[in-house]
Structures are given as C-alpha cells and as structure tokens.
C-alpha cells in the first residue's frame, strides 16, 4: 500500500506491516516516520534493531542473513537497511522483491533512502514492497501546502499564529521544513499556549542563529572559502549544533542538484536556478557556483552529509563531525580539490 503522513498514524494503530520504505526528499518528514514506526514496532515487541548500510559495496547476503537469523535476546526484532544511493542495483532489487513477497516472521524490515527517482518508483523492487508492505515517498512540500503544515504543527505544538505571522514564518524559512519546526519548538517555549503576532514572531526570530547558517551557505556558493570558514567558526562559538547547520546545508544542496542538472542542459545558470525553484534572493550566489560544480561531485557532497550526520550522533563524536564539516566547507568553496568520495 501506499501511505502518506496524514495515513501512518492510523495505519499503525491497525498493526505493523511486514516491509516498509521510506524515502523522499523532505528529510524531516521522512525522520518523523521512521521514528513513529519504529515507535510502534517496540510497543508491539520488537525490542531489536539491527541496522545495515547498504553502500556500492554491500553485499546483500547479509540481508537475507540478518533475517534468518535468531536472536539470542528478542524474539521479535528490526532489521533496518539505509541505502544511501536510493538505488539496490540488480542483486539487492531481488533480494528486497523476494523479502516483500515472502516477509520473513516475528521481523521488521525497514527500508530508508532519500530520493528516488520516478520510473524506479514504478515497478521491481519499490512495487513489490508497495504489495507487500508498505511504502512512504515524501515530495517536497509545494510552498502553497507550506502554511497550513506550519498552522498544524503549532497547534500540535500548543500555539497558535496568526495569519500574518504564519506567512513570515513560511517565508523567512523557505520551504525548510527543519527549520520551520525547529522555530516552531522555539516558539512552543517563548509563547506557552499563546497566539502569536507577526511581530512577537519577527522579535522571536532576529537574531536566531539559524539563519545564519543560511548565510554561511551563501558564502559557500560565492567560493568565499575564508568568509565561509569564518561564518563556519561563528555558528560554533555561538552554540549552534552540527545537526542544525547539516539540515540548512542538505535542503540547499538538494535544490543546488536540481538547478545543477537543468544548467547542464541549458548552460543557462538563471533559468537553472528558477526552474529548480531555489528562491529569488538566493539566485546569484547559487548561479555563480553552477559554473565551478557537476552533479555527481554535489552527490558526493551529500554523501559526506551522511557521514557528518552519523558522526554527530555517535558518542563521541561531536569533534569528527565538525572537523568534517570544516572539510566539506573548503571543498564545496572551491578551496580544496574537487573529489566525489
């Protein structure tokens, strides 16, 4: 079956199916579902989770290994495969077909990439799960939608903003969802059970550090590399967190491969830039950089995303990641060799 987020709640609330995907290119959206399935998955017993990346390299056997296997401590457990490319290649599109038409007992699969591309999502594997599970893709959010998904999360959240002040809100974060709901929790604890003005909104938000992750990101594009690294160094000493910062990076980079592609063809980088629908103000930093930058090396970029991601969650490993975040902003400025890892 196929879901969306409006469904999962109530599909959950009717019991787990054997195989989800998850996937999208809304990063919150597909956190939030993975976490709410995961969530029910341990209400009903699975209190194992066993989780496997499946890079170029993997080697699928281990798939269907992990899910064969007995556990020694549950008997009821998740196997969860991140597929950073979004694509199985032949071997795991078989293996993934052969586990959602026959979905092995008292075990959870649980499949996560980001985006897909629309003929995959057509047929073979992506199908076969859709039959036999269920599959979750989240397409952008168009900015009409935008509003009334801020109006549901405030409410959520218990406040409330008025029309003005959800149109500046929408604005001011430009269809990134992140960090709309990042502001919408900031606003949860300044405005406890209250309606909230455009002003008391645009007093809540000056100086927020966030958006000057949005300007270090700018710099990035211009190939400021000093200015970058400065700006860099700043959000550091001003307590803004790795997680914060990878959320504004990851939106823009994906809007930068969209206006990336289009210039290839085009070789016109202002169309590129306003069929990708990047916003207006942003326009000329991200033409300059389309000239210095290829689409695969941008993929590479997200890739390193993924690795600063998981290094800021690991114990420890708060140091790594912002060393290599450090690494990826001189690269991404133009100020380090060109590589796609």
């Known amino acids: ?38 969530a029910a998955a341990r209400r009903q017993g699975y209190s194992e989770r066993e989780v ?5 390299s993997f080697d699928w056997q281990r798939v269907v290994d992990a899910c064969a296997s007995l556990s020694l401590f549950a008997s009821r457990r998740i196997v969860e495969i991140r597929l950073p490319s979004g694509a199985p290649g ?6 993934l077909t052969q586990l959602a038409k026959a979905p092995p007992p008292d075990v ?26 269920a599959a979750l893709y989240f397409e952008p959010m168009p900015a009409g939608e935008l509003p009334n998904w801020l109006a549901a999360r405030a409410r959520a959240a218990g406040v409330e903003l008025d029309a003005e002040a959800l149109t500046l809100l929408a604005q001011r974060t430009e269809g990134n969802l992140l960090a709309a709901a990042q502001d919408v929790e900031k606003l949860k604890l300044l405005f406890p059970g209250q309606r909230i003005s455009a002003a008391e909104l645009e007093q809540a938000v000056a100086d927020s550090a ?28 001003e307590g803004v967190e790795v997680l914060e910062i990878l959320g504004a990076l990851l939106w823009s980079l994906r809007s930068w491969i969209r206006a990336q592609a289009i210039y290839a063809q085009t ?4 169309s590129a830039c ?19 930058t290829r689409v695969p090396q941008l993929y590479g970029w997200l890739r390193r995303c993924a690795a600063i991601d998981s290094a800021a969650k690991s114990t420890g490993g708060k140091e790594q990641a912002w060393e290599e975040l ?3 902003t001189l690269a991404a400025s133009g100020a380090a060799p060109r590589r796609t890892p």
């Open 210 to 237: 966030r958006y000057e992750a949005f300007d270090f990101i700018a710099l990035m594009q211009m190939g400021d590399a000093a200015g970058a690294v400065r700006s860099l160094a700043r959000l550091r000493e």
């Open 90 to 95: 032949v071997e795991g599109g078989k293996v």
């Open 274 to 292: 306003q069929q990708a629908g990047v916003p207006r103000k942003n326009q000329p930093q991200l033409a300059r950089a389309l000239a210095r």
């Open 108 to 133: 959870l699969l649980l499949l996560t990439c980001e985006a897909i591309d629309w003929r995959s999502r057509q047929g073979g594997w992506y199908s076969a799960i859709e039959n036999g599970g």
């Open 52 to 56: 496997l990346d499946a890079d170029k």
């Open 267 to 270: 070789g016109d980088a202002g």
């Open 1 to 38: 079956m196929r879901l969306n987020a409006h469904q999962l709640a109530a599909h959950l609330a009717k019991g787990l199916a054997p195989v989800y995907v998850v996937a999208g290119e809304e990063p919150l959206l597909v956190q939030e579902a993975l976490d709410a399935i995961r």
């Open 326 to 328: 450090l690494t990826l």
